[in-house]
């Protein structure tokens, strides 16, 4: 792992060895989150953009040179990244865009985008000869670990409050997790999942506190690019819950610019949803992160509650420093989206993952975008996992007998199906 430099504090600027500590910053506890510090000397004299041409290893591992693992730890075998980005020009259209791309995580072996960083964790837990792996989640991350943990035979142990969705419970009971479900909020979970790690000595996957998830998620921005043939984009909306995928694609510009690999930035939209918006305020209110106070988190798009966003420093920077922006949809707007993106593309999200879009059409109504501009959405996680979300807004389909008759009295006012 000799391409990673050392980790450094995002709060004292303070610089470890990566064998020196495993999670934070010792002098800020849960606070200190560190940033994974790369020698791209190195790194440029060993890789470079054109070896990715042909390249066939169709999953993340196509950056391994670019990410903080040993060459020779051993992998989960499931097939995590290299997801598709697609084309949405009817989607655009609809909102009076040239350019719309649908970065499609729902297609990841757990059915989110939080696969990228679970498949991290196991590898860094594998390398310390951890036994059990432990995560905090509201569902997402905890389905990838269980599911990838499953790949590969090991233990491990989830907290999830209990008012996750049944599909992402179903997820956690098939693939064998030790599952607890807490009477409270993501954040209860959080601290008694670190609380419960430090009693018993498992690994701990979560994030804003494991370094390495960022790593994980910035691998979606190489795809993007690569993908794009380097012409990368002008925005890129992100769903932002405790703000780790939007600082992951802010480390995966970085590390590209760093390489001389691409020469501009493009602005991040954070996307929140409205009950659970503690970066939007912080962001209007040109607050230091770090000052961000606790709120009561409420929105039906699950993944993206979080009253503290933990990490709050790298998402804060993400939208800072590439000039983007945080934006706030309503529940109501963020279950609208749904089946316009799935109606759009064909892509079919759970409420967080359709809020990107969400917040695309509040930011074409307010003109944070331009009609030619290029511009590439997230969608993190599939609509399977939230199927009462989804029907809320379509409606229940006709019931009828089986007869003929009744056919043609339920098509009649579908006056594009005719007869022959
Ligand atoms: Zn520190």
Known sequence: MEQVKNLKCLLCGHEYGPDEVLYV??????????????????????????????????????????????????????????TPLYPAPRLAKTLGLEHLWVKDDCRQPTASFKDRASLIAIVKALEVNAEVITTASTGNAAAALSGLCASIGMPNVIFVPASAPEAKIAQLMVFG????????????????????????????????????????????????YEQLEWEGPDAIFVPVGDGCIIGGLHKGLKDLFALGWIKKMPRLI????????????????????????????????????????????????????????????????ILQAIPALARGCGV??????????????????????????????????SGLKDIPAA??????????????????????????????
Request: hydrophobic share 40%; charged share 25%.
């Open 25 to 82: 910053c010792p002098n800020h506890g849960t606070e200190g989150i560190l940033d994974v510090q790369y020698d791209y000397d190195l790194i440029t004299s060993k890789f470079s953009r054109t070896d990715l041409k042909g390249k066939g290893e169709s999953s993340l591992w196509r950056y391994k040179p670019l990410l903080p693992v040993k060459s020779n730890t051993p992998v989960p075998p499931l097939t995590v990244g290299w």
């Open 177 to 224: 997790s030790t599952v607890l479900l807490i009477e409270g909020t993501y954040d209860d979970a959080f601290d008694l999942c670190l609380e419960s790690a430090q009693v018993y000595g498992w690994y701990i996957r979560n994030t804003g506190y494991n370094p390495y998830m960022t790593e994980g998620k910035k691998t979606a921005l190489y795809e993007i």
């Open 270 to 333: 954070g996307v929140q949803a409205s009950g659970s918006a503690a970066m939007y305020h912080a962001w209007k209110q040109e607050m230091d992160p770090v000052q961000i106070k606790p709120i009561k988190a409420s929105t039906i798009a699950d993944s993206m509650a979080s009253g503290l966003p933990r990490d709050r420093i790298k998402a804060m920077r993400a939208v800072r420093e590439t000039g983007g922006a945080f934006l706030a949809v309503t529940d109501e707007e």
């Open 348 to 381: 079919f999200a759970e409420p967080a993952g359709a809020s990107s879009f969400a917040g695309l059409v509040k930011a074409v109504q307010t003109g944070l975008v331009r009609p030619e501009e290029r511009i590439v959405i997230l969608a993190t996680g």
């Open 391 to 420: 029907m809320q807004t379509v409606g229940k389909p006709k019931r009828i007998r089986a007869s003929l008759k009744a056919v043609e009295a339920a098509l009649d006012d579908n006056l594009f199906l005719l007869k022959r």
